[in-house]
């Protein structure tokens, strides 16, 4: 089988961690990339889930708005701090 070299931008600080966590498992970042690909061939799709936070979905930043507009027109409720305990 034959090699090629594979070029990744990425932040330094987020190398310099990915190449102390290989080290840390056992192998080097070129290794890790290697599996990743391997990954992704066999299962047809990237080896994790890639997600939003639902908070900043639609649904829930359209309540927020809502609730802000509220708040500026004096309609919000004011509640008692209460403090609990362990």
Request: with cysteine; hydrophobic share 40%; glycine share 4%.
């Amino acid at each position: 089988m034959s090699q090629t070299t594979f070029s990744v931008r990425m932040d330094s600080d987020i190398k310099q961690q990915l190449d102390e966590f290989c080290a840390l498992v056992g192998m080097n970042t070129t290794t890790a990339f290697n599996l990743f690909a391997r990954a992704v061939l066999r299962e047809k799709r990237l080896p994790f889930d890639i997600t939003t936070d639902p908070f900043y979905g639609e649904s829930n930043m359209a309540f927020l708005r809502r609730a802000k507009t509220a708040l500026d027109h004096g309609k919000g409720v004011e509640h008692e701090l209460i403090e609990v305990e362990e």
